[in-house]
């Protein structure tokens, strides 16, 4: 509908980066993490950047759909941006105006920090557009199996990540089905102070409480009925096999990292 | 309230390139008429609604309201409190405490005095068969899924709206739910309130509209009155939506031979067609002897 969410949601297409094995998938979206955080300088960035760009293109998903699935994410850019602009006074001074002061660090330091959220957003996203939530569930299942002796509740969390992901869109629809709904009844959804802005909330945030208990007793049934009892004893229909592609990927995403260890 | 549809068509853009969700719909409704809407899901139904009460502005054509055009924002000002609407499953927008708040939530934004604001609740619950005394301290999430849609209902109607917009009122009831809510919005049209219906039930549609309009994939497949429109009972079983019951029925005894006339639409005019042939036979057997 006129409703248009990507955040959080699979794209199909036939690619080599949608057939990679989730777990690979996962633990490329891992090494590409550490390797924005240790990234130092803007050239380390531009590379990961770079890479990004690259697995775009080999996803064959559409430039606009990924540019979709990242905006909602873009408001969170905001605060490093402004924090480091306004609050980092070292450095030499660009502007200055009363209070403001922008020094060459601060700006530097706001860009820095920006580039590299956006990065992290943006290889997070990748992953999500690449993978069903089926896949991606299983992939984490699957990596966290070894913990399962320690006592970590593998099955249920990967089940809750899919859960989460499924109901995403659900969630919205259900927001903007709400919303319409009040505004025929002349609600008014931004006015006033804090507290009146609360208020002017709860006709949309009640009923969206209620219609999402109301779909977590549904699924609930739905899955006792089809007798889900947790992980023990489970066999998947899908075996992860590592293929060649799987192999070259993981080699090129670590070549880097230690590229960027050793060099940058 | 007279609603006038003219070369409406409503197109937005999603990652998959631009949807055409209505093209080029154009329809009359009179004052204290009853428009029934037949469409599948994805055929534009939905659009149409939100067109009507201002949610949605027209890319191209106009939407008249008594004569004022709903592109005009300033017009679309306030317009909840002529146009009602109820999306399908209403009693998801239910929020309040009691009962009573809830259905006051549309008169309170109205800004009306909390003694007129009383009045609509009571007057609303009424209208819905509702007992005041019984249900208005009560908390809407307590009822039972046929009571909370009545709720819902009242909470639109407690606007007085001149034009009520219902988006299948009776889905999800049991039978006598769906017979009794029919009954109710049947009275409270025929009091003279405009009202556009969507509805599964052919029945309904046929025995309560004054024009339908049948929708596909955003198109106008049909326009006329219930007699002209379900004239078309082969092309609409191609579309799977099927013809009134009765409509069924008398082309199922014509085929039998009986001449029964064309235009049959509600069982009480099927019946009353099958009771003067029976008497007019009756009368030839007599004139034979």
Not at chain 2, 136 to 146: D, H
Request: with cysteine; hydrophobic share 50%; aromatic share 8%.
């Amino acid at each position: 509908m006129a409703f248009d969410i990507v955040l959080g949601q699979y794209h199909h297409a036939e690619s080599i980066v949608h057939r990679l094995d989730p777990r690979i998938k996962i633990t490329l979206m891992l090494i590409l993490f550490v390797a924005a955080f240790l990234a130092n300088s803007f050239f380390a960035l531009l590379v990961l950047l770079l890479l990004d760009i690259v697995i775009i293109a080999l996803s064959k998903v559409r430039p606009k759909t990924v540019v979709k699935a990242v905006a909602p994410l873009a408001f969170l850019l905001i605060f490093p941006l402004f924090f480091n602009l306004f609050f980092i006074s070292e450095g030499t001074s660009l502007f200055s105006w009363g209070a403001i002061l922008i020094t060459d660090h601060g700006a530097y330091q706001a860009g820095f920090m920006t580039l590299r959220l956006f990065i992290l957003f943006l290889t997070a996203t990748l992953l999500t557009l690449t993978t069903s939530t089926i896949m991606l569930g299983d992939g984490i299942s699957a990596m966290l199996r070894p913990f399962v002796r320690f006592g970590l509740p593998a099955y249920e969390i990967s089940m809750m990540v899919s859960i989460a992901l499924r109901f995403l869109p659900t969630l919205f629809e259900d927001f903007d089905h709400i919303r319409k709904a009040q505004m025929a009844r002349g609600a008014v959804i931004s006015q006033g102070g804090p507290i009146k802005r609360v208020k002017l909330l709860l006709p949309l945030l009640v009923p969206l409480f209620a219609q999402s208990l109301r779909h977590a007793e549904e699924l609930a049934v739905a899955m006792e009925s089809r007798c889900y009892h947790g992980g023990t004893n489970r066999t998947h229909y899908r075996v992860f096999s590592v293929g060649r592609a799987d192999v070259i990927a993981i080699a090129i995403c670590t070549s880097i990292l230690i590229l960027m260890i050793v060099w940058l | 309230m007279s609603l006038i549809f003219d070369k409406v068509s409503y197109t937005y853009s999603s990652h998959e390139g631009d949807v055409n969700a209505l093209s080029d719909v154009s329809f009359t409704l009179e004052n204290g008429e009853l428009l029934g809407v037949i469409g599948h899901t994805g055929s534009g139904k939905s659009t149409l609604l939100q067109l009507m009460c201002g949610l949605l502005t027209p890319s191209a054509g106009s939407v008249v309201l008594d004569g004022e055009n709903l592109s005009d924002k300033k017009v679309r000002q306030n317009l909840f409190t002529k146009v009602g609407i109820a999306f399908q499953y209403p009693e998801q927008q239910l929020f309040s405490k009691t009962i009573a708040d809830d259905i006051a939530f549309a008169p309170r934004n109205a800004k009306l005095s909390e003694h007129e604001v009383g009045l609509r609740v009571r007057e609303a619950m009424k209208i819905m068969r509702l007992d005041y005394e019984n249900y208005a301290a009560k908390s809407p999430f307590e009822l039972s899924g046929g009571e909370m849609r009545r709720v819902a209902l009242a909470g639109v109607m407690a606007a007085k709206p001149q034009l009520l917009i219902l988006d299948e009122p009776t889905a999800g009831l049991d039978p006598s739910g769906r017979y009794e809510l029919t009954t109710i919005i049947d009275d409270y049209h025929k009091a003279g309130t405009t009202t556009v219906l969507v509805s599964h039930s052919m029945d309904n549609i046929a025995r309560l509209s004054d024009k339908v309009l049948v929708l596909k994939d955003g198109h106008t497949a049909f326009y006329g009155t219930p007699a002209e429109v379900f004239s078309h009972s082969e092309v609409l079983r191609e579309m799977n939506l099927g013809v009134p019951q009765a409509t069924t029925f008398a082309a199922d005894l014509m085929d039998l031979g009986l001449p029964l006339p064309a235009d049959l639409l509600t069982i009480d005019a099927l019946a009353d067609a099958i009771a003067a042939l029976f008497h007019e036979q009756k009368a030839e057997v007599k004139h034979g002897f």
